[in-house]
């Protein structure tokens, strides 16, 4: 059997969690899943903070076996911004998640790809600083037995999405560029649905007419709908609809990293779904919302500002079932 095809970004690698420093903390609002290999440990550790893991260690709604935030927080976050679980028990013993938090990984059989998540600010800032950070998106052919999904369709959606990413790398403006992405996929969209997967077909779709993107009121009432736990972030979007983006170079060129963050994450996940589109619709809602933010909140030529807001939405929005599936759900109806 071949082995697996790990394909990580340069900017991986160079990741390392800033612990007390960090503006937010992934230690904030969420409560954490712990795994069965963490639970069975924790069960065995002695003292009174063993005894402290086992009656923090509770079972939720949804039968998952969880950490429960207290106060806005994980219980084992202390006061100086430092994991008790860390200092007592050693970072091997950290569970799952918040071991390899905010690392991600798309497993698609043949190969895995591996990226960071906007939600933690630290891989925000390194993403948004590093140049070319998403040039792991490259052709590649997958073959193979039995991995679940037909490899004809797996290279075209590749071959497809490389072609998406090149129109985040000309010369004009990011609306433009994203317009014409939909275009273009729109036609891939047409042989999905006719299950046309020949490669050779794209070459006649790359030059294709720009669509517009969906509504920008219907954006906004999307993000009513949202379970957004931190309230001022809500009503800072709602605010924010009548303000108009300023023309800003720089704000562009970081939506182009998050355009290329969203198709090397999402974009695949169409060997499901048979649905390209509602990539597009999700770069589409995220772009909107965060630079009318920047707008609204004067961060357009702030950086570290914009950087929260990157890492707040993402926080929001991508790391929380329930709107992740709405935002789909509502983004294929577009």
């Known amino acids: 059997m071949n082995e697996t095809k790990q394909i990580f970004p340069k900017f991986y690698k160079t990741f390392k969690c ?11 609002d969420w409560d954490v899943v712990v795994d069965d ?41 202390n006061d100086k911004m430092l994991c008790d679980i860390y200092i007592h028990c ?9 071991r390899e938090f905010p690392r991600l990984a798309q497993d698609y059989t043949a190969f895995t ?13 390194i993403m948004l600083t590093t140049p070319d950070c998403f040039d792991c998106i490259e052709l590649f052919e997958v073959y193979g037995d039995n991995l679940g999904y037909p490899t004809e369709m797996m290279n075209f959606l590749l071959a497809a999405r490389k072609a998406s990413c090149n129109f985040f790398d000309t010369d004009e403006d990011f609306q433009t ?3 014409s ?8 969209q047409a042989k999905l649905d006719s299950e046309d997967f020949e490669i050779s077909a794209l070459q006649s779709i790359t030059n294709c007419t720009p669509l517009n993107m969906p509504e920008r009121d219907r954006i906004f009432e999307l993000h009513k709908k949202l ?7 809500f009503d800072d979007i709602q605010k924010s609809k009548d303000s108009i983006p300023l023309k800003s170079e720089k704000l562009d060129s970081e939506l182009r990293i998050l355009a290329k963050y969203y198709f090397f994450r999402y974009y695949l996940t169409a060997i499901d779904s048979y649905n390209v589109i509602t990539t597009l619709n999700r770069i589409a809602c995220a772009s909107t919302v965060i630079s009318s933010l920047a707008a609204y909140k004067n961060a357009v030529d702030r950086f570290e500002n914009r950087i929260m807001i990157f890492q707040q939405y993402s926080k929001e929005i991508e790391h929380s079932y ?6 789909t759900r509502f983004t294929a109806s577009f």
């Open 322 to 327: 329930e709107n992740t599936d709405c935002l």
């Open 37 to 77: 290999d963490s639970a069975d440990f924790y069960n065995t550790v002695d003292g009174k903070f063993g005894d402290k893991l086992r009656r923090l260690m509770i079972t939720d709604s949804d039968g998952d076996r969880i950490f429960e935030v207290q106060n806005g927080k994980c219980p084992f976050w």
């Open 177 to 179: 560029q994203l317009c």
């Open 18 to 28: 800033i612990a007390d420093k960090c503006p937010d903390s992934c230690c904030k």
């Open 90 to 98: 050693g970072e091997e013993h950290l569970c799952h998640t918040c």
């Open 227 to 233: 379970d957004i736990m931190d309230k001022q972030f």
């Open 113 to 125: 790809e591996h990226t960071l998540s906007f939600a933690c600010p630290e891989a925000a800032r």
């Open 181 to 188: 992405c939909y275009g273009f996929n729109e036609r891939v």
